[in-house]
């Protein structure tokens, strides 16, 4: 019903930056927050930074100050800019939407993933 992709990813030096981008296609009838995680190996889905309709946002203590998160409510796209990248910025980043979608007469709440990106960070 609902299709999140992701794009943006890739290998980059220590420093540098990179912008992710995530859309949200299918039968929508609305869009909550959006956010962005990540998974390092080893380690536990992490959440990133998210944001709502409203364009509110909320950022993990690592990221702060270095990423930021914006949206497009009317193309339902996401983007992450990644600035000052870190080796232990990497990981695969998933794209996350709070969706509402309609099913016959009825509206439900759909939380769907991404397939995910990875980025790399080299020292």
């Known amino acids: 019903q609902v299709q999140l992709v992701e794009s943006g990813g890739g290998l980059v030096q220590a420093g540098g930056s990179l912008r992710l981008s995530c859309a949200a296609s299918?039968?929508?009838?609305?869009?909550?927050?959006m956010g962005w995680y990540r998974q390092a190996p080893g380690k536990q889905r992490e959440l990133v930074a998210d944001?709502?309709?409203?364009?509110?946002?909320s950022y993990a203590d690592s990221v702060k100050g270095r990423f930021t998160i914006s949206r497009d409510n009317a193309k339902n796209t996401v983007y992450l800019q990644m600035n000052s990248l870190k080796p232990e910025d990497t990981a695969v980043y998933y794209c996350?939407?709070?969706?509402?979608?309609?099913?016959?007469?009825?509206?439900?709440?759909?939380?769907?993933w991404g397939q995910g990106t990875l980025v790399t960070v080299s020292s």
């Open positions: 996350n939407a709070k969706t509402i979608v309609k099913v016959t007469t009825n509206y439900k709440y759909l939380e769907v």
């Open positions: 299918g039968s929508i009838f609305g869009i909550n927050a």
């Open positions: 944001i709502t309709s409203g364009s509110s946002a």
